[in-house]
């Protein structure tokens, strides 16, 4: 029973799921800030769900239906499966010594799913973004694994309970390691497809990039894999980087987790409301001659101080 | 390398007017290009001939969505010009007036539109938000946000009253200092740079024969502008300076948009301030008289040109409009050579294209 009440509702799918309504609806508003918008009423991603549910689904001719049906469900699967081994304030739904790497595995899925998204359609913009797509996953993905490498490494431990403990034992490793922090953050910017990394779906360019020929129930469960991965990437940044949902040890587990979790988020929108959409060669020219390069010596720097 | 064809347009986020592109690509860069105008083609020019002269100004205030009280103006100058009436000191710096806030409406709603096709939507909000206090003033002066229908021939239709002109001049000071704001941010904003520089290039060669006008011009170094080099009332009691840079990329247009901006709005003071006391019109007769006249006006996108030609009747026998974006629209598959994709929605924002007012 209690295994069940983790799984569906805290902190599994039901918990979940009202997070990244939530951190969708905080990034919307504080974006819209920076705009000196006033930005959309809370429940407007609720709302913007229901309606893409309640929509006509349509499949283009020429392209592979059974594909395009479960291309979305297996990268929200991998979302959902991948939640269940992130710690949310202290509370975890399964552990075991190891873990980060079947999360870190498991968070890539979506962005093989979304290539292939890409890849099966006929039309002309979603097979480009479906290429322009692998190559950004090939300047962020390395940079962003080797910086999560080095809480770990720190540790001693794959487990994320354990990385946890340890810093509660010493500091956070974003302040040991902050040049490891920053790069997890633009890590996770090209991972989650934001601003100013949109570059698989740049509207002026590639209308929405894999996404274009999608409609409907599927548009709505991308939707809703992308903004879970949001929650679950920010997530896995507090528990790494800034001790989980530790503070001080009077202070409630949850509401330091919170909070935590929004600053990062706040970071994130503000980096979308700042900088202007990067070239894909850029992209790879930032990813490869300077992140890459900077990760390596972070670990360096890692090993030495921990080793 | 695979070599695939990108249909933009007629309908695409990147082009807010019909316009299509097949875009010939090896891998992401562009080998080929071809296009396709004609969407909004309204036969403005032979419906000239069936509608009175004075009918006509209505219809070509609709040329163009952004410019269209400098369609009008030129249009009237023309037939001024065939009446040989002289327009009312008032009603020329009222006129011009009208122009220089077009120029700065229509350099910040294309500033917003390109930052929003480089994913930079805060400068898309911010230069959107200023364009309002302009939209705002000329609503005050004319009643029309957009259409201001406030030419007639031999002068203007509405006044500015004083108190009008005060509250215009304290709106103008705000204007000013957005102004200044969004173009101290739009010159130093590094990644706006990094995607304008180097993209759509033209040389001052390539301005000379396609015959580019306007701030695409004088962004590869042409320093023509209509209000110095053929200066009517009251251009002509007016100092300015005209911005010209030599770059030739979309990063100088960008500059000589924003500079001129500046400009704009200070013109805009000057001729509140020195406006003459006097009659906004002349009498005009209904018939104009056999001949032919032509008449240019700066646009915001460059030189404007009319030829009308009358045959003695209350219509005109031909209007012929020259519009500033057709020239820029020529030179596109030269700028599209060899960039990439990306850089695609950059070279097309970069020249400001009013597709309406090159279909007509």
Redesign the interface.
Same mark, same amino acid.
């Given at each position: 029973m209690n295994a069940l009440i983790k799984l569906l509702i805290f902190p599994g799918f039901g918990f979940l799921f009202i997070a990244a309504l939530a951190f969708d609806w905080i990034d919307r508003r504080m974006?819209a800030r920076?705009?000196?918008?006033v930005g959309p009423p809370w429940y407007q991603p609720l709302a913007d769900f229901v309606k893409l549910l309640a929509k006509e689904d349509i499949v283009p001719e020429g392209t592979h239906g059974l594909a395009a049906a479960a291309l979305p469900i297996v990268s929200l699967t991998a979302v959902l499966t991948a939640s269940l081994y992130i710690p949310v304030g202290g509370i975890v739904g399964a552990s075991f010594e190891g873990d980060l790497i079947v999360v870190l595995f498991l968070l890539t899925l979506p962005a093989l799913a979304y290539f292939l998204a890409g890849w099966i359609s006929v039309g002309?913009?979603s097979? @480009?973004g479906g290429h322009r797509s692998l190559l950004q996953y090939f300047s962020y993905e390395v940079p962003f694994l080797m910086a999560v490498t080095c809480p770990a490494i720190l540790a001693g431990s794959w487990s994320i309970a354990e990385i946890i403990n340890s810093q509660a034992q010493t500091a956070w490793s974003a302040l040991m390691q902050p040049l490891g922090f920053i790069l997890a953050l633009i890590g996770l910017i090209g991972k989650l497809k934001r =601003?100013?990394l =949109?570059?698989p779906k740049?509207?002026?360019?590639?209308?929405a990039g894999p996404l274009t020929d999608f409609s409907g129930r599927k548009l709505a469960l991308w939707h809703l894999t992308m903004n879970m991965q949001t929650v679950l990437g920010i997530f896995l940044l507090v528990n790494l980087f800034f001790g989980g949902s530790r503070l001080f040890d009077r202070v409630p587990a949850l509401p330091v987790f919170g909070m935590k979790s929004v600053a990062i988020l706040l970071a994130l929108s503000t980096a979308s409301? @700042?900088?202007?959409? @990067?070239?894909? =060669?850029?992209l790879m020219d930032l990813g490869w001659r300077v992140l890459a390069p900077l990760a390596l010596i972070q670990i360096l720097a890692t090993l030495w101080i921990g080793g | 390398m695979a070599r695939t064809v990108i249909p933009i347009g007629p309908q695409h986020p990147l082009l807010k007017e019909p316009l299509a592109f097949q875009i010939m690509l090896e891998g992401e860069r562009v080998t080929d290009s071809t296009m396709r105008m004609g969407y909004v083609h309204r036969g403005i020019e032979r419906l000239c001939q069936e509608r009175t002269y004075v009918q006509n100004i209505h219809l070509l205030e609709r040329v163009c969505g952004i410019c269209s009280h400098v369609h009008a103006m030129t249009y009237c100058h023309a037939v001024e010009s065939l009446l040989g009436i002289e327009v009312p000191l008032r009603a020329a710096y009222l006129r011009a007036l009208l122009c220089e806030l077009e120029r700065i409406h229509s350099h910040l709603l294309w500033m917003g539109v390109l930052a929003r096709n480089i994913g930079l939507d805060t400068i898309f909000m911010y230069a959107w938000r200023d364009r309002e206090v302009v939209l705002d003033i000329m609503e005050a002066l004319s009643g029309g946000r957009v259409s201001h229908a406030i030419n007639i021939i031999g002068g203007v239709r509405s006044d500015v009253t004083p108190e009008d002109r005060e509250e215009i001049l304290e709106q103008l000071t705000t204007l000013d200092r957005q102004v200044t704001r969004l173009v101290g941010v739009v010159e130093h904003e590094r990644s706006l740079q990094t995607r304008t520089k180097g993209v759509g290039l033209l040389s001052l060669e390539q301005v000379r024969r396609y015959c580019v006008v306007g701030p695409v011009a004088r962004a590869s170094g042409l320093d023509a502008d209509m209000r110095r080099d053929e200066p009517r009332t009251p251009y002509d009691r007016l100092s300015f300076n005209v911005p010209t840079h030599t770059a030739g990329d979309v990063w100088a247009r960008t500059l000589v948009r924003m500079q001129e901006t500046r400009v704009s709005v200070e013109l805009c003071r000057d001729i509140l301030k020195e406006i003459p006391e006097g009659p906004l019109a002349v009498r005009a007769p209904r018939r104009v008289p056999p001949g032919e006249a032509i008449s240019r006006s700066e646009a915001p996108r460059g030189e404007v040109f009319y030829y009308v030609r009358s045959d003695g009747s209350d219509t005109p026998a031909r209007v012929k409009i020259r519009t500033p974006t057709l020239p820029s629209l020529l030179t596109l598959p030269q700028q599209l050579k060899g960039v990439t994709m990306a850089d695609v929605s950059v070279v097309l924002s970069g020249v400001d294209l009013c597709i309406a007012c090159a279909d007509r």
């Amino acid at each position: 029973m209690n295994a069940l009440i983790k799984l569906l509702i805290f902190p599994g799918f039901g918990f979940l799921f009202i997070a990244a309504l939530a951190f969708d609806w905080i990034d919307r508003r504080m974006i819209a800030r920076y705009h000196g918008r006033v930005g959309p009423p809370w429940y407007q991603p609720l709302a913007d769900f229901v309606k893409l549910l309640a929509k006509e689904d349509i499949v283009p001719e020429g392209t592979h239906g059974l594909a395009a049906a479960a291309l979305p469900i297996v990268s929200l699967t991998a979302v959902l499966t991948a939640s269940l081994y992130i710690p949310v304030g202290g509370i975890v739904g399964a552990s075991f010594e190891g873990d980060l790497i079947v999360v870190l595995f498991l968070l890539t899925l979506p962005a093989l799913a979304y290539f292939l998204a890409g890849w099966i359609s006929v039309g002309a913009y979603s097979v @480009l973004g479906g290429h322009r797509s692998l190559l950004q996953y090939f300047s962020y993905e390395v940079p962003f694994l080797m910086a999560v490498t080095c809480p770990a490494i720190l540790a001693g431990s794959w487990s994320i309970a354990e990385i946890i403990n340890s810093q509660a034992q010493t500091a956070w490793s974003a302040l040991m390691q902050p040049l490891g922090f920053i790069l997890a953050l633009i890590g996770l910017i090209g991972k989650l497809k934001r =601003d100013p990394l =949109d570059i698989p779906k740049a509207k002026s360019e590639v209308v929405a990039g894999p996404l274009t020929d999608f409609s409907g129930r599927k548009l709505a469960l991308w939707h809703l894999t992308m903004n879970m991965q949001t929650v679950l990437g920010i997530f896995l940044l507090v528990n790494l980087f800034f001790g989980g949902s530790r503070l001080f040890d009077r202070v409630p587990a949850l509401p330091v987790f919170g909070m935590k979790s929004v600053a990062i988020l706040l970071a994130l929108s503000t980096a979308s409301a @700042l900088y202007a959409r @990067l070239r894909i =060669d850029q992209l790879m020219d930032l990813g490869w001659r300077v992140l890459a390069p900077l990760a390596l010596i972070q670990i360096l720097a890692t090993l030495w101080i921990g080793g | 390398m695979a070599r695939t064809v990108i249909p933009i347009g007629p309908q695409h986020p990147l082009l807010k007017e019909p316009l299509a592109f097949q875009i010939m690509l090896e891998g992401e860069r562009v080998t080929d290009s071809t296009m396709r105008m004609g969407y909004v083609h309204r036969g403005i020019e032979r419906l000239c001939q069936e509608r009175t002269y004075v009918q006509n100004i209505h219809l070509l205030e609709r040329v163009c969505g952004i410019c269209s009280h400098v369609h009008a103006m030129t249009y009237c100058h023309a037939v001024e010009s065939l009446l040989g009436i002289e327009v009312p000191l008032r009603a020329a710096y009222l006129r011009a007036l009208l122009c220089e806030l077009e120029r700065i409406h229509s350099h910040l709603l294309w500033m917003g539109v390109l930052a929003r096709n480089i994913g930079l939507d805060t400068i898309f909000m911010y230069a959107w938000r200023d364009r309002e206090v302009v939209l705002d003033i000329m609503e005050a002066l004319s009643g029309g946000r957009v259409s201001h229908a406030i030419n007639i021939i031999g002068g203007v239709r509405s006044d500015v009253t004083p108190e009008d002109r005060e509250e215009i001049l304290e709106q103008l000071t705000t204007l000013d200092r957005q102004v200044t704001r969004l173009v101290g941010v739009v010159e130093h904003e590094r990644s706006l740079q990094t995607r304008t520089k180097g993209v759509g290039l033209l040389s001052l060669e390539q301005v000379r024969r396609y015959c580019v006008v306007g701030p695409v011009a004088r962004a590869s170094g042409l320093d023509a502008d209509m209000r110095r080099d053929e200066p009517r009332t009251p251009y002509d009691r007016l100092s300015f300076n005209v911005p010209t840079h030599t770059a030739g990329d979309v990063w100088a247009r960008t500059l000589v948009r924003m500079q001129e901006t500046r400009v704009s709005v200070e013109l805009c003071r000057d001729i509140l301030k020195e406006i003459p006391e006097g009659p906004l019109a002349v009498r005009a007769p209904r018939r104009v008289p056999p001949g032919e006249a032509i008449s240019r006006s700066e646009a915001p996108r460059g030189e404007v040109f009319y030829y009308v030609r009358s045959d003695g009747s209350d219509t005109p026998a031909r209007v012929k409009i020259r519009t500033p974006t057709l020239p820029s629209l020529l030179t596109l598959p030269q700028q599209l050579k060899g960039v990439t994709m990306a850089d695609v929605s950059v070279v097309l924002s970069g020249v400001d294209l009013c597709i309406a007012c090159a279909d007509r």
